[in-house]
């Protein structure tokens, strides 16, 4: 039988597993009455071990023993689909007898995405602090069909330690998070999510593994300087920020196994996608530079097979390097379709939450909406929340801009002009859970969303609603949102005043022009160049009260927009204070 781990056959399971330095391996386990003998695996010769046992069946428990000299050890199947936990036993599961109810689905185009990251744990998590699993988390995924989301980005879900985690340090692999409902509740929250029209991209972690719980440690016995064995790198190379727990990427067997991995998700549990975690720390030890070739080539390796066999997806990196091969398809790129874009996240947060207007960088923010990698729009992901940006000494952008008063006016203003920035940029925008009605804590894995703020600050959520339904061009009349192409129309240092056309053929329904104010003062009669003369319609008006009792439902009118000869086109806008305005022709 082929493959790795526990492999489900008709009537009789195989069992194979690396292990290059026993001298005998035994698979024990619910089958056998865990007899240490009564099951013997046979050397294939090339490291790996195979053993068949007729009448074991799925649902079972079971580990291997292996001896090396006199010592003996039990083991975790670092291929186990399931774990009881993550110190516990591995389960054998049937990764093909989900039930997938005709569940037939193709991913968003990718300029017509807009991602909503969320963290299983607490995005379900119950107010009297039972933790949130994928079951409960698929429950709420009516919200975010209202929200208008059309990909939803899920924080790790692999088996990490103990039950609480934000699942950046994973101890088992190929096993879905046990306190979250284990394989089957991710396939239902997948198929869920599909119902709804909702793709479903996962956040995966190859820069290091655990560092706590790991089967994979010293896997077979066999160690160099105490590093971690034949899956890590046993020498200066193993070195990360989150323990010295990198996998050994040179090696072809760690290289199959993080490949095998990387497309489980995908043909298994159907997911549309994979975001990776900090991949500086792929390609190099250090986080800078390239100084682990055999990282950048695994990278490259996998993606190219997932392109291949499963054209359409979406492929994610965390760089942040603003490295235009991350994104090249050509011998020197490492095949994602987008990347994390430091040069969007910072300086527009920065301009939302800087308390004085004259401290603010109209500059910074215009050289944020036109970056682009590769002269392609959307090989970048643009955010002003992330889990990266709610904790760490940094919280929500709510409580950065008043954090004493994190649901005031200056708060809302600001917070949803950078919303409407990461909404009407060029890019494939994102948020993170709860930031669409104003979420202001510390991110914690422990800590439940307030919920109540959902029904509380239902205005704001109606315009990040609208602000989304805009940009996918939903109601046919801002394609330009989708398109390629960005121009800058004005910018105002003094006044911090911004307008951008984003189109993508041009004319009636499909150029769009984006204004914005990131003054406290409003703005009358400042003359704006547009694309083409004529009537513009108003679209969108972000102080609109519709949005919140505290806004000023200041002025904002439909546009004449007059050729005048020889200097351009040009409308008299008017833009209340800190607010975004968005036309369109009809």
């Known amino acids: 039988m082929d493959g790795m781990g526990a492999i489900v056959g008709d009537g009789v399971i195989g069992f194979r597993v690396w292990a290059p330095h026993a001298d005998e391996v035994h698979v024990v386990g619910d089958f056998n009455g865990w007899d240490e003998d009564a099951t013997p695996m046979a050397s294939e010769d090339n490291g790996h071990w195979y053993a068949e046992v007729p009448g074991a069946h799925p649902g079972q428990e079971y580990k291997y023993l292996l ?181 050994d990427y040179g090696r072809g067997e760690v290289r199959q196994f993080i490949h095998d991995n990387a497309l489980m998700w995908l043909r298994e549990y159907r997911v549309d996608g994979l975001r990776y975690d900090m991949t500086p720390y792929i390609r190099s030890v250090s986080g800078s530079g390239d100084d682990l070739p055999e990282g950048y080539s695994l990278l490259k390796w996998v993606n190219e097979a997932i392109r291949a066999e499963f054209p359409g997806k979406l492929l994610i990196a965390e760089d942040m390097h603003r490295d235009e091969r991350i994104t090249q398809v050509d011998a020197d790129g490492a095949a994602f379709h987008a990347q994390w874009d430091s040069s969007f996240v910072h300086p527009v947060r920065e301009a939302v939450i800087t308390a004085d207007d004259a401290d603010r960088s109209m500059a910074e923010v215009i050289a944020a909406v036109g970056q682009r990698y590769n002269d392609d729009a959307f090989h970048r992901v643009i955010y002003t929340e992330s889990h990266d940006e709610v904790a760490n000494g940094q919280t929500r952008v709510p409580s950065e801009i008043a954090e004493g008063d994190p649901t005031g006016w200056y708060a809302q203003k600001r917070s949803t002009v950078g919303a409407a920035l990461v909404l009407t940029s060029p890019g494939i925008p994102m948020i993170f859970q709860g930031q669409e009605f104003l979420e202001a804590a510390w991110f914690h894995d422990d800590v439940p969303l307030d919920w109540a703020q959902n029904q509380q600050f239902h205005g704001v959520v109606r315009l990040y609603r609208d602000l989304i339904m805009l940009r996918r061009n939903a109601t046919g009349v801002t394609k330009g949102l989708t398109g390629h192409h960005t121009e800058l129309l004005h910018g105002d240092e003094e006044r911090n005043t911004l307008a951008y056309h984003r189109w993508a053929n041009g004319g009636p329904h499909d150029s769009t022009v984006v204004l914005i104010n990131l003054s406290h003062e409003a703005v009358e009669g400042l003359p704006v160049r547009l694309p083409a003369a004529g009537r513009w319609t108003l679209r969108l008006n972000s102080d609109a009260g519709i949005y919140s009792e505290r806004f000023g439902d200041g002025a904002a009118y439909d546009l004449d927009a007059v050729d005048e000869a020889g200097f351009g086109i040009f409308a008299n806008v008017a833009i209340p204070a800190y607010s975004v305005l968005i036309y369109s022709q009809d």
């Open 67 to 247: 001896r090396v000299g006199e010592d003996r050890f039990h083991r975790v199947d670092p291929q186990a689909r399931q774990v009881t936990n993550s110190v516990g036993n591995g389960v054998i599961y049937d990764p093909w007898a989900f039930e997938w109810q005709g569940d037939e689905f193709s991913m968003p185009a990718h300029n017509e995405s807009v991602i909503y990251e969320l963290h299983v744990g607490s995005f379900a998590r119950d107010p009297d602090g039972r933790p949130g699993d994928l079951y409960r988390a698929a429950e709420r995924l009516d919200h975010l069909v209202d929200l208008g989301v059309n990909v939803v980005q899920l924080m790790p879900v692999a088996e990490f330690a103990g039950d609480q985690s934000w699942g950046y340090n994973p101890a088992h692999v190929f096993a879905v998070e046990s306190s979250y409902g284990g394989p089957d509740a991710l396939k239902t929250f997948v198929r869920e999510a599909h119902r709804r029209g909702i793709a479903v991209i996962l956040d995966v972690v190859y820069n290091h593994f655990g560092p706590s719980d790991l089967a994979t440690w010293q896997f077979d016995g066999w160690s160099e300087d105490g590093k971690g064995g034949i899956y890590f790198y046993n020498d200066w190379r193993s070195a990360t920020p989150w323990g010295d727990t990198r996998p």
